[in-house]
T-cell receptor, first 109, second 115 residues
C-alpha cells in the first residue's frame, strides 16, 4: 500500500460549484499534513497546512481525520484559476515528506 | 527575495551520457531536497541535506546518481550514465526547518529527456 493515496481524477467542476476530495495515508504515526498546489508544468507551492481542528483559508477548507487516516480539501465557489493538481503531503517524522500523486481539478466555464 | 534557482531548465541527452543539475536554494535555508517527478505522479525524494550533510539518501540510486552540497549552499545532482527511465523532472526544494518541517519552496525544475 502506498504511503499516501489520492484519486488522480480529473475532477471536472462547473465554475461556481463546490468540489471536495480526500487523501488517505497509511502511517498512523504521521505528524503533519499539507496541501500543495501544482499548476501544469510548474513547481508545487504550499496551499495550506492541515491542522487537527481543521482550517479554512478563504474558499478552501482542509480537514484531518486521524481515526480514519485521511485528510480532505474542499473548494467552494470554484474559479477557473483553481484548475490545478492538488498534492497531498504527509510528514511521518522529522523532514521525511511523502507526496501523493495529486488530485487534478479542471474547472469548466 | 530570489526563490530557488535551478539550471538547466531543459536537458536532452542520449542514453549512457552523463548529466548534471544545479540548484541554488533560498538564502538562509539550511535544508535542501532533490525530488524526482514523473508525469502524473507526485514528487519522490531522492536526497535531503541539512547544511552540507546528506541526512536522507535512502531513495537515491547510488549506482548512477550522486549529489553534493559543498559549503552547505548550492547543490549538484549528477546522473552517470543516464538511462531511458531517468526521463523526468528533477525538482530542488529548500526550507528553513531542521528537525521539523517548514514550508518547502521548490525551484521550477530541470526537465530531463533521455533518448
Amino acid at each position: 500500500r502506498k504511503e499516501v493515496e489520492q484519486d488522480p481524477g480529473p475532477f471536472n467542476v462547473p465554475e461556481g460549484a463546490t468540489v471536495a476530495f480526500n487523501c488517505t495515508y497509511s502511517n498512523s504515526a504521521s505528524q503533519s499534513f499539507f496541501w500543495y498546489r501544482q499548476d501544469c508544468r510548474k513547481e508545487p507551492k504550499l496551499l495550506m497546512s492541515v491542522y487537527s481542528s481543521g482550517n479554512e483559508d478563504g474558499r478552501f477548507t482542509a480537514q484531518l481525520n486521524r481515526a480514519s487516516q485521511y485528510i480532505s480539501l474542499l473548494i467552494r465557489d470554484s474559479k477557473l484559476s483553481d484548475s490545478a493538481t492538488y498534492l497531498c503531503v504527509v510528514n511521518r517524522n522529522g523532514n521525511r515528506l511523502a507526496f501523493g500523486k495529486g488530485n487534478q481539478v479542471v474547472v469548466i466555464p | 527575495e530570489a526563490g530557488v534557482v535551478q539550471s538547466p531548465r531543459y536537458k536532452i541527452i542520449e542514453k549512457k551520457q552523463p548529466v548534471a543539475f544545479w540548484c541554488n536554494p533560498i538564502s538562509g535555508h539550511n535544508t535542501l531536497y532533490w525530488y524526482l517527478q514523473n508525469l502524473g505522479q507526485g514528487p519522490e525524494l531522492l536526497i535531503r541535506y541539512e547544511n552540507e550533510e546528506a541526512v536522507d539518501d535512502s531513495q537515491l540510486p547510488k549506482d548512477r546518481f550522486s549529489a553534493e552540497r559543498l559549503k552547505g549552499v548550492d547543490s549538484t545532482l549528477k546522473i552517470q550514465p543516464a538511462e531511458l527511465g531517468d526521463s523526468a523532472v528533477y525538482l530542488c526544494a529548500s526550507s528553513t526547518g531542521t528537525g521539523g518541517v517548514g514550508e518547502l519552496f521548490f525551484g521550477e525544475g530541470s526537465r530531463l529527456t533521455v533518448l
